[in-house]
């Protein structure tokens, strides 16, 4: 087995850092096509938007950073590659994708030193770029290779960054890779329990069991053998079984749950009977979402519309 983990995710996720910090942590060395695609706009006097929008219709720009993936997957060893595209074309590697809200990315980004030579006017123009360039690559490696980056379902591990430090993460990737190197290991979403959205009362989480969970919580930490059941559509998480270990683990400060993602996409079904779209629009209710904010004490940052 080859000793190679590629950082994949969200634009401002952590990929650079949290790769440094496996890096020293494991001994392998680091490469990042983000500083390789960075050099190419230099090179061509362009910011990065402006490099993916002229990627489209330059396909060497992508060329030159994929040659170099297969290369990897073909001849390299104990190597971290932190690349938007590395679990495809290194399929060998243990494959991490870190999410970050669009929002904690621009504020991420805009105090970042090193990136001060793009010329950030604002954080609130710094956003807008994000989405846009997010936008465009999803696309150009959609028509270029067929596959969506974005999809949970490529990756061995998913971790969401916007509320824990990069020392967390790490410790994440660390077990995680371990028990996948040993082959004992099942995929695994990690997510902040702040940013599930409840679909049931607040009052269903009264009473012994409820009781129960948030003491067990408490004294034991969260089981990881215990995933909440998510559905995603869009942007955001829907809570479908698990809501008194998602409250246990708000109520514990737990930074990070695992979760199982059951359905994704408006179309998919959940099962025979219901796709995901459909159980959104049946149970998403902004006065519930309310009243979990009022009962742990939070707010979130996005709202479904």
Known sequence: MKSLISLAGDIGAGKGTVGKLLMESVGYDFLSTGNILREIAGKLNMTIVELNKYAETHKEIDAEADNRLVEIEQNANELIIDSRLAWHFVPSSFKVYLSVSYESAAKRIYKDEDRKAEQIESVESLLLQIKERRHLEIQRFHSLYGVKCNEYSNYDLVIQTDYVTPDVILNVILEAYKQWRESTYERKIYLSPTSLFPVERVR?????????????????????????????????????????????????????????????????????????????????????????????KFTFVNYPV
Do not use: M
């Open 204 to 296: 269903q989480l009264s009473g012994d069991v409820a009781d129960f969970v948030f003491k067990s919580v408490r004294d034991r930490g969260y089981d990881k053998l215990e995933p909440i059941q998510i559905v995603g559509k869009g942007d955001f998480f829907y809570i479908w079984d698990g809501h008194k270990r998602c409250s246990a683990a708000i109520l514990n400060k737990i930074p990070l749950i695992p979760a199982v993602l059951i359905g994704n996409g408006s179309a998919e079904a959940i099962n025979e009977s219901l796709t995901v779209g459909q159980f959104v629009k049946a149970s998403y209710n902004k006065n519930l979402v309310h009243d979990w904010e009022d009962r742990h």
